[in-house]
């Protein structure tokens, strides 16, 4: 059954912005910050919202929250110099601790102030948390976990893909009906932009305009996450990871032999994880880890999105499997079919032989 000439005009009517948010314009990227130092994934996002201004042909801005001192307005500059044109700054003493109230209420007054047609955040604890409240407060589309971001210039919306369906599937979505368009990213997943120091540009500051005994949730202590000897996949540059096609628990040793000799961390797919061969902190893909390593040695992973959402913007990824159309060499950039049992033992003993020539001197 074809379309007729009606169905085609609803559908491009559909698609029409509302006319309630034509004067929403501008790309923002909330910079998030702990203890003096910048969330990598801001800058990440920074990269990308310069990209989707540029497409959009209007300002890219960075939000930064603090309290009141040079630290925040060293993060605006710090914006600027990673391609922000403008910076909006809210200083208050209530804001030196991530509380979910007064940093909601400060963004919903921003964007219900200078009305930014998309607005984006790292998927960490604290983005998730607040683009959440941020977006139900505001009534707005939310896409969470995104994995690319572009623009459809048609009507100027945000097209925010991520993996769906317990990641078997990409999905675009659109939010027509509704400004700001916001979306959430993973670090690693963006490629982090040069930093051109010397940039500069306005800032604009805005007044929380409330009080401590507004604010229901109060910061007793602070306790930073322990990592001394858990493994740090998301800024590791070498990563060698395994999956179900090692066939047997014994086999992934070959894996941590390999990772050994190159100095590199060793991943994981989700299957191996739920089977108790690793731990949770090495599962890499939509429910684990997302990585950008220099160089990625997947053996025994077939590939499935789940796994690829968390590990394809590698510089360098060298497949190995025994399937031929296993989907990981659609997007290796080298595959290698044979019995990862049989090929990584030979990989560890050259890589060995070449990068650690004193080890084979008796």
Same mark, same amino acid.
Not at 2 to 13: A, G, I, V
Not at 45 to 70: C, H, I, S, T, Y
Not at 82 to 94: H, K, R
């Given at each position: 059954?074809?379309? /007729?000439?009606?169905?085609?005009?609803?559908?491009?009517?559909?698609?029409?912005? $509302?006319? +309630?948010?034509?004067? @929403? +314009? &501008? %790309?923002?990227?909330?910079?998030?910050? !702990? +203890? &003096? =130092? *910048?969330?990598? *994934? =801001?800058?990440?996002?920074?990269? !990308?919202?310069?990209?989707?201004? $540029?497409?959009?042909?209007? #300002?890219?801005?960075? %939000?930064?929250?603090? #309290?009141?001192?040079?630290? =925040?307005?060293?993060?605006?500059?710090?914006?600027?110099? @990673?391609?922000? $044109?403008?910076? @909006?700054?809210? !200083?208050? #003493?209530?804001? &030196?601790? @991530?509380?979910?109230?007064?940093? /909601?209420?400060?963004? /919903?007054?921003?964007v219900n102030t200078y009305q930014p047609e998309i607005l984006l955040l790292g998927a960490t604890t604290l983005g998730r948390d607040l683009a959440g409240s941020v977006a139900t407060t505001l009534q707005t589309g939310l896409t969470a976990d995104c994995t690319e971001l572009g623009i459809d210039l048609e009507n100027r919306s945000l097209a925010a893909t991520r993996p769906t369906f317990g990641g078997s599937l990409l999905c675009t979505i659109l939010t027509l009906r509704h400004r700001p368009q916001m979306a959430t990213v993973r670090p690693r997943v963006m490629k982090m932009p040069p930093k051109i120091p010397g940039r500069t540009g306005p800032i604009i500051e805005h007044p929380l305009g409330m009080i401590e005994t507004q604010i229901v949730t109060k910061i007793l202590d602070y306790l930073p996450d322990d990592r001394t000897g858990k493994p740090q996949l998301a800024f590791a540059d070498f990563i060698v990871a395994g999956g179900r096609g090692m066939k047997r628990p014994e086999n992934f040793q070959l894996i941590w032999d390999l990772a050994t000799v190159l100095g590199a961390e060793v991943g994981a797919s989700r299957p191996v994880v739920q089977a108790g061969w690793v731990d949770l902190e090495r599962q890499i893909g939509q429910s684990g880890k997302t990585v950008r390593p220099k160089l990625y040695i997947a053996a025994g992973i077939s590939g499935a999105v789940q796994h690829r959402v968390g590990m394809e913007g590698a510089d360098v990824i060298v497949a190995i499997n025994i399937d031929e159309n296993a989907p990981i060499f659609d997007f290796a950039t080298f595959g290698i079919v044979g019995n990862a049992m049989t090929i990584l033992p030979a990989l560890t003993e050259a890589f060995r032989h070449h990068l650690h020539p004193e080890s084979l001197v008796a």
């Open positions: 059954m074809s379309e /007729t000439p009606d169905d085609k005009k609803n559908l491009r009517r559909k698609a029409e912005l $509302d006319p +309630r948010f034509a004067s @929403y +314009r &501008g %790309v923002w990227v909330f910079v998030e910050h !702990e +203890r &003096g =130092s *910048v969330h990598p *994934v =801001s800058w990440e996002l920074m990269g !990308e919202g310069r990209k989707l201004a $540029d497409k959009l042909g209007v #300002p890219l801005a960075g %939000v930064v929250f603090g #309290p009141p001192g040079p630290s =925040s307005r060293s993060f605006c500059q710090e914006a600027f110099a @990673y391609g922000a $044109d403008l910076c @909006y700054l809210i !200083e208050d #003493p209530l804001l &030196g601790d @991530y509380r979910n109230q007064p940093f /909601t209420k400060g963004l /919903t007054d921003l």
